[in-house]
């Protein structure tokens, strides 16, 4: 194929189409809120909307549109992830911390989902299943091992496919089999985040778009903190920095405990029904095995496959992202090389340097981020804790609560290492698809 580009192709989002970001001016500074939310994602509007509802005076601000971060850029896939298998968790970390650690995860994927419904927000959430590709025999092994210690201590559900079944599951013979999770989900994130921005509002929330916070300063008169930005200074008791992968430098804190790594995805040209229904038949999402995954998934709304992968590959230019993306796509699902893109997009996501999300307060100010490719539900479950927190509610306790968020020496925000990490994940996978060694 000589242009894998549609003639309309889109450098931006797909979900953009159905729920394109508006502005949103905010009106004039008051001299002071009850709460200051930085960043208008799931973590901020979630955290926005529960405080508003409970009579606090809220003030969202985003540098950007509302929704410009990677609530509205992300796959939407709806999972209990975290970076460490809770086997490995277990074995490091003993069986009382894996367990609060998964049944908070449940929580988050759960309270999501029936947040979602309680609400009413339209954005295609369902209870699709997962399935996780194996890209070795040692990975289909290490994967049924991580499986089932979840299935005996936590009850949760799988179904281990062997290679020679995988067809039933996706038109793939580049997997060594694999595994379904068939309660995972799945939504549409552009209208999932727009649905929480339409009540966030409807709740008296103010969200000031285009709108940077440049300084949060404690003191001043009274309690609270001064917070400075581009449209003038205001006061607020608390402040929620909910920034994840966009976290700034002049939050210096935060910013030297988030690493940011930018994400890739791409959406295929509508494609004949019959042909998508062959691709995925049971219309799940996937993942593969790898530390660093290529994902895909059906439209929830058009006949178009879409895809990610090759993350923190350092590419700019949409052309060549679009080039490796679709690379990607023909090895893995090679009925579709012939298929064009009709959006390329990227968005960027936060990773810490000990692979846990983590929620808190710092010097006052609280916070939410690192969520390791794992933020739709993440972000909402760690919004609704804050705002509880800040309610003085016990609900607000998390075992993602710790004393310690790490960085390390010298680490401004600025990840010069990741292409170092990522070729560290690589040789990790290859490692385990090799000798089958733990990870
Ligand atoms: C390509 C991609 C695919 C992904 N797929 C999935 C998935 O399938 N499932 C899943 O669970 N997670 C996924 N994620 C991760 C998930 O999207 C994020 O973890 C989640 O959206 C983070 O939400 P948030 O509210 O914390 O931050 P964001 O939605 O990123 O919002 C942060 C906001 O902060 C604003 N901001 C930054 N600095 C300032 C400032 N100084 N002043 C004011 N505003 C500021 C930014 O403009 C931005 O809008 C994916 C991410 C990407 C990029």
Partial sequence: ???????????????????????????????????????????????????????????VFDKEKPGFGASRRNAGFLGRTLKHAYVDLKAAKGAAYALSIYRDLSMAYESTLAFIEAEGID???????????ATSAAHYAGLERELEGMRTDLGLPYAMLPRARLREEMASDLYDGGAVIPDLGSLHPGLYHRGLMTRALEAGVTIFGE????????????????VTTSAGRTRARDVLVATNGYTPKSLPWHARRVIPFTGYMAATEPLPPDLLAKQLPHRRTVIDSNLDIDFFRPAPDSSRLLFGGAT????EDPAAIAALLHGRLRRALPDLADVRLSHVWTGQCAGTFDMMPH???????????GYNFAGVPMGSFFGLKIAQKILGSP?????????AFPTVPLYRGDPWFLPLAMRWFAWKDARLARRGDRR
């Fill in 1 to 59: 194929m000589t242009d894998p580009l549609t003639s309309d192709f889109k450098h931006a989002p797909y979900w953009w189409d159905a729920a394109p970001l508006t502005g949103s001016p905010g009106g004039a500074l008051a001299p002071s809120y009850d709460v200051a939310v930085i960043g208008s994602g799931y973590t901020g509007l979630r955290a926005a909307l529960t405080l508003a509802r409970a009579g606090r005076g809220v003030a």
């Fill in 123 to 133: 954005c295609h959430a369902v209870r699709c299943g997962r399935l996780i590709a």
């Fill in 211 to 226: 709108c940077d916070v440049t300084a949060v300063e404690r003191g001043g008169q009274g309690d609270g903190f001064r």
């Fill in 312 to 315: 923190a590959n350092g590419l």
């Fill in 359 to 369: 929620v808190g307060r710092h010097d006052g100010v609280w916070y939410g981020m």
């Fill in 395 to 403: 609900d607000g306790a998390t075992a993602f609560e710790t004393a």
